[in-house]
């Protein structure tokens, strides 16, 4: 049995559900659960356990005894790590990590291109395992590249949820030049009504909901994304894009990007949206 440590809602947003679920697809786990603090069924087709704190989590591994467990969620420290090691020193502690934390586990995981080795000298024990993967890409995004679609308009996506609304605000700043736009996102956005009517009354700004975003930018001949899991998506599609960050986790594969000279825009600079689109 595999138990895996993550959280996901329309307030954090699915990114780090997307790539577990990508992870045990890629790597064809079986008997897993997903356990979590803040996360609804309707949203993963694999089972859920909640639980209160961390406390609790230690006791369902007690009480289920896995072979592993794997952890994609920056709120569980190195010092989870090292209590949860303490607690079950034969079960496999797997983790994610992005931003070259320190850890104290069995192995790491980071899918990153921009991912070294070396980042971790000072920051792990002698027995952790240190695996540098290749990004995950979906098989919707595969079946699309093949695809050969007319390339026009201009896709848009802040994320399953885009919980901040950073999108309206993009779309408002693009509401002058009246460029075809397909603005991506899911049933979980909180903004959903403001979104329907702005793009309502703005018929150029055409709204996708739960729809295929790998055909979406398939068909698009420009981007505006965030630096996160979804900047992957959009290399391995070839669509030019600008990234805004929009929160502090994306600030290494921002880095990365300004080295290859995709412009990265910070939240409060939106307005320059407008000028950098062709």
Not at 172 to 180: D, I, W, Y
Not at 192 to 201: G, N, P, R, S
Not at 218 to 236: D, H, L, N, V
């Amino acid at each position: 049995m595999t138990l895996i440590r993550v959280d996901f809602s329309s307030e954090i947003g699915f990114g780090h559900l997307k790539r577990v679920e990508n992870f045990i697809k890629t790597f064809n786990i079986k008997n897993i659960y997903l356990v979590c603090k803040e996360c609804k069924q309707q949203y993963t087709a694999i089972p859920i356990i909640k639980i209160k704190n961390e406390d609790e989590f230690f006791e369902v591994v007690k009480k289920l005894n896995p072979d592993k467990v794997i952890v994609d969620n920056y709120d569980f420290t190195y010092e989870y790590e090292k209590k949860f090691k303490t607690l079950f020193p034969n079960v496999k502690l797997i983790c994610f990590d992005d931003l070259f934390y320190k850890h104290y586990c069995d192995e790491i995981i980071n899918i990153n291109p921009y991912a070294k080795k070396t980042k971790y000298k000072n920051s792990i024990p002698k027995f952790t395992k240190i695996r540098i993967l290749k990004p995950f890409i979906r098989d919707e995004f595969k079946k699309a590249k093949k695809k050969r679609f007319q390339r026009k308009g201009i896709f848009i996506s802040f994320g399953a949820t885009d919980a901040k609304g950073i999108g309206l605000k993009v779309l408002q700043m693009l509401k002058p030049l009246k460029k075809e736009v397909h603005f991506y996102t899911t049933s979980a956005n909180k903004n959903l009504d403001k979104l329907k009517k702005f793009c309502f009354l703005n018929r150029w700004c055409h709204l996708h909901i739960d729809e295929n975003v790998a055909e979406g930018m398939a068909k698009a001949r420009f981007g505006i994304i965030t630096p996160s899991t979804i900047t992957w998506e959009a290399m391995y599609m070839n669509m030019p894009f600008i990234a805004i960050k929009v929160a502090d986790n994306q600030n290494l594969i921002a880095k990365y990007l300004k080295q290859k000279r995709i412009k990265v825009l910070k939240e409060n600079e939106i307005q320059k949206v407008p000028r950098l689109v062709p």
